[in-house]
């Protein structure tokens, strides 16, 4: 007898290593989107330990990509999604539309993306941790309908998944 799977059951297969880094439309987080939670498993779950940039941007490889690196200047397509440490999604590419499309070291995304992103070749697949410093700082990210409530509290470091699909 064939059984449906959850959503949170897809995120933890998704997680666990299947390789698919952006929410299909269809799901129940996609639906939900920022602030929806998914099991994040913990760093021991992966099997190499994290690299580490100079300024404290950790990164390990899900799968290496064989395409380019891409070099400062050039726009990158990017899927993501960005979770709190608690494991709430507060963004996602599909909510917004697809991918991210952005020029590296034009400071068009948080620094620490624009810092890993220069060593990631098209077709890498990773998980990035940002320090809070790198990502929104003491600023945080209002929620759009309550300026009471933040999407990302200040302070707050964060946790990527992403898929790098193009560079030129």
Known sequence: M????????????WFLGLGLLALPVGSALAQAGPGATSPLP????LQTPPQRTPNGVRYVFRA????????AGQRVSARYTGFLPDGHIFDAS?????LLKFRVGRHEVIAGLDEVMLLLPVGSRVRVWIPAAL?????????PDDD??????????LVFELEIVGVR
């Open 2 to 13: 064939a059984t449906r799977t959850s959503g949170e059951d897809w995120l933890r297969a």
């Open 42 to 45: 913990p760093l021991d779950t």
């Open 135 to 143: 990502g929104y700082a003491a600023k945080g990210v209002r929620h």
């Open 94 to 98: 599909e909510a917004q539309g697809g």
């Open 64 to 71: 290496r990509g064989t395409g380019p690196l891409p070099q």
């Open 148 to 157: 009471d409530r933040f999407l990302v509290p200040p302070g707050t470091p």
